[in-house]
Every structure is written in structure tokens, then in C-alpha cells.
């Protein structure tokens, strides 16, 4: 803040806008650092537009600020960076995907950041957050999928448990690339809890359902419970 004040308007704007060779700018850099104060200085006094320009910007990986924050697991500077917008503005910056197809919310998820995962839910309505949710990366997976391979029980949760059972079903029984669905991811590792919290959802027939669901190796979550 120090330089900033040094500068005149036009020469803060320019500089806050600068890219490096790999097309970050200094926001990027704060937000990957987990330099909440840093942000809110780079943030305040710009225009509505100067601001959305700002967050939404991409580096050559396709990544914004937002992505890092939330792949480091700095849940405050996640909460600054989504301050102040619009509810829609909130859900477009969430849904932005790098070049891999992650949204931030990918990244959270497969770091285990569940703080941040909550973040990144906290004020999206159930229909923004399964919007949000069935947002699938180039392997066709949603952040349930990581969730659901690594374990991470309490990350499962905090994703499904607001959602409505008609929103829940929705979300069990996408399918990546390879017609996996999480429940599946779950099971393959042996993360019985983790299967266990995404059974517990579902009534007995849907339960039924989605046990015998079937990869594109022709294989179903029962199977792999079982192997």
C-alpha cells in the first residue's frame, strides 16, 4: 500500500494491472499468498467495473485470483475477493474454470481445504450451489469426485448437506469420464465412511440405484466395495 500511495491514480490503476510473463497480476500473487489485507488495498477504490475486470482475470493457466486462494486454502482472502459482489457475479466468478476445467472450488476440495470449501458455498443459494457442484473439470469430474477419492468425509458433507434430496440425487449420480460417479471414486479407494455419508442420503431404492450404477469399464461401486 506504501508504493501505491506513491502514485497517482492512472499510475496505481496501470500497475494493478500489469501481467507478468505467465499473465498474473498482483492480485493473483496477494491471493496465492494468503495476503488478505493486501487484496482489500489492491481492491478498494476502483470502480464496480475496474473490479470485475480485476477478479476475473485470467493468468496463461487459466486461473484467477480466486483459484489460488482457494488451492492454497486461504479462506479469509476467499471470503475478500468474493466480498462486495453480486450474488450473480459471485456464482460467475465460482463457476470460471482453468484451463484443466477446475473452478476454485475444485481446488479446495482436492487440497482438503474445507474451511474454504465453505467459503466459497457460504451465500449461494442451493440452486447456485448445485450449479456450482455439477461443474465438471476435462475428466468430467465435479468437486464431489476428489471429495469422494480422497476420503475426505467431512468435505462430502459440507457439500451435499444443504442441497434438497432432488438436488442431492442430482449431483450422487453425475458420472466423469469414465462413468464414474463419486460414490464410485469413494468405494474404489475403500473410504467406507466416505461411502457411507453419500449412501446415508439416499432411500433404500436409490441406494439400490446407484450401487449398481456402471462404469465404462463396466463396473459398479458395489463391485469395488467388495474387491
Same mark, same amino acid.
Given at each position: 500500500? /506504501? ?16 501481467? @507478468? ?15 488478505? *489485507?493486501?487484496?482489500?488495498?489492491? =481492491?478498494?477504490?476502483?470502480? $464496480? ?5 480485476? =477478479? ?5 493457466? /487459466? ?15 476467499? +471470503? ?6 453480486? $450474488? *450473480? ?8 474454470? @482453468? ?31 448445485? +450449479? ?7 475428466? /468430467? ?24 434430496? *432432488? ?22 479407494? /475403500? ?8 449412501? @446415508?442420503?439416499?432411500? $433404500? @431404492?436409490?441406494?439400490?440405484?446407484? =450401487?449398481?450404477?456402471?462404469? +465404462? ?11
Amino acid at each position: 500500500s /506504501g508504493i501505491l500511495n506513491c502514485l497517482t491514480a492512472d499510475q496505481q490503476l496501470q500497475l494493478l494491472f500489469t501481467q @507478468d510473463s505467465d499473465g498474473d497480476r498482483a492480485l493473483h500473487y496477494a491471493a496465492r499468498e494468503g495476503y488478505t *489485507e493486501t487484496v482489500k488495498t489492491l =481492491l478498494e477504490n476502483l470502480t $464496480p467495473e475496474q473490479r470485475l475486470q480485476l =477478479l476475473f482475470t485470467q493468468d496463461i493457466y /487459466g486461473n484467477t485470483a480466486l483459484h489460488y486462494a482457494a488451492l492454497r486454502g486461504h479462506a479469509e482472502a476467499v +471470503k475478500t475477493l468474493l466480498d462486495n459482489l453480486t $450474488p *450473480e457475479q459471485q456464482l460467475k466468478l465460482l463457476i470460471t474454470q @482453468d484451463s484443466d476445467g477446475d473452478t476454485a472450488l475444485h481446488n479446495a476440495a482436492r487440497e482438503r481445504h474445507t474451511e474454504t470449501l465453505k467459503t466459497l458455498l457460504y451465500n449461494l443459494t442451493p440452486e447456485q450451489q448445485l +450449479k456450482l457442484l455439477i461443474t465438471q473439470d476435462s475428466n /468430467g469430474n465435479t468437486a464431489l469426485h476428489y471429495a469422494a477419492h480422497l476420503g475426505h468425509t467431512e468435505t462430502v458433507k459440507t457439500m451435499v448437506n444443504n442441497l434438497t434430496p *432432488e438436488q442431492q440425487l442430482k449431483i450422487l449420480f453425475t458420472q466423469n469420464s469414465d462413468g464414474d460417479t463419486a460414490l464410485h471414486c469413494a468405494a474404489l479407494r /475403500g473410504h467406507t465412511e466416505a461411502v457411507r455419508t453419500l449412501l @446415508d442420503i439416499l432411500t $433404500p @431404492d436409490q441406494q439400490l440405484k446407484i =450401487l449398481s450404477v456402471q462404469n +465404462k469399464m463396466g463396473n459398479t461401486a458395489q463391485q469395488y466395495g467388495t474387491s
